[in-house]
């Protein structure tokens, strides 16, 4: 991770660059695209998004996954007012806060102009979110990467939702073991490895974006000191990598 190159920028600033990524125009009511993104990316034939909760610039640095670490060309920091996984979902398929500005919704614009596009996470979320276009509801993240794998190559964006960390910790909570500190580290490396093994499928001249955001509510962490304030500055961060 010695050559990344880190780019600060706005969440919403997400659709209109994954939209030209993929080679369309985007439209001009969208807050513009990352600029430095586009000059290191543009033009790739995929991009394979797989978005994690609980995971922010400060779990990357505190529990180092080794593929993350490793093979990030580039690290966003994503500036916004609503890092939570429902804030996230709303902020990228529309491009704020508004619901379907102009009739946007970015899953459709990319339907509607020929890119294919297919959608992984929870029933309730996909109902709420995935606007009609191609999704696959799955409840375990299990099930979600057994899924990514017949899903990356076939089509021009797969977005993946890992989302186990909110069942387990209510799990856990009920049961009074393990900390949720605990529990956010064994995910993400967990993760990290299966994401490793979905770069490793990903044919050439792909973009592989890993998503953090904060969860679906804030938590009571058991951080003290100068971690706990390091930790409470966290930003979501998207780490991407071309394959």
Not at 28 to 42: G, H, I, N, R, T
Not at 121 to 150: C, F, N, Q
Not at 197 to 224: M, P, T, W
Request: charged residues 25%; proline residues 4%.
């Amino acid at each position: 991770m010695s050559t990344l190159t880190s780019i600060k920028c706005y969440l919403n600033q997400f659709p209109s660059t994954i939209i030209e990524l993929l080679g369309i125009q985007y439209p001009e009511f969208l807050p513009e695209p990352v600029s430095d993104v586009l000059d290191m990316y543009k033009g790739v034939n995929r991009v394979s998004l797989s978005l994690l909760d609980n995971f922010g610039l400060f779990e990357l640095s505190f529990f180092k996954p080794e593929f993350m670490i490793t093979n990030s060309e580039a690290m966003l920091l994503l500036s916004t007012r609503n890092p939570y996984t429902l804030g996230v979902f709303h902020q990228i398929m529309y491009g704020g806060f508004e619901v379907e500005p102009n009739g946007f919704h970015l899953l459709r614009y990319l339907n509607e102009h020929g890119k294919k596009s297919c959608f992984i996470a929870r029933k309730k979320d996909l109902e709420r979110y995935s606007g009609g276009t191609h999704s696959i509801p799955k409840d375990t993240d299990m099930s979600t990467w057994v899924e990514s794998a017949k899903t990356i190559n076939n089509f021009e964006l797969s977005w993946m939702h890992y989302l186990d960390f909110e069942n387990l910790h209510k799990q856990q909570q009920a049961l009074k073991q393990r900390t949720p500190e605990d529990l956010i580290e064994k995910l993400i490396l967990r993760t990290d490895k299966w994401i490793l093994s979905n770069y490793k499928q990903l044919r050439n001249n792909s973009l592989l974006i890993i998503l953090g955001d904060h969860g679906r509510v804030k938590l009571d962490l058991e951080y003290s000191g100068k971690i706990a304030q390091w930790r409470e500055a966290s930003v979501p961060i998207a780490i991407l990598m071309r394959k």
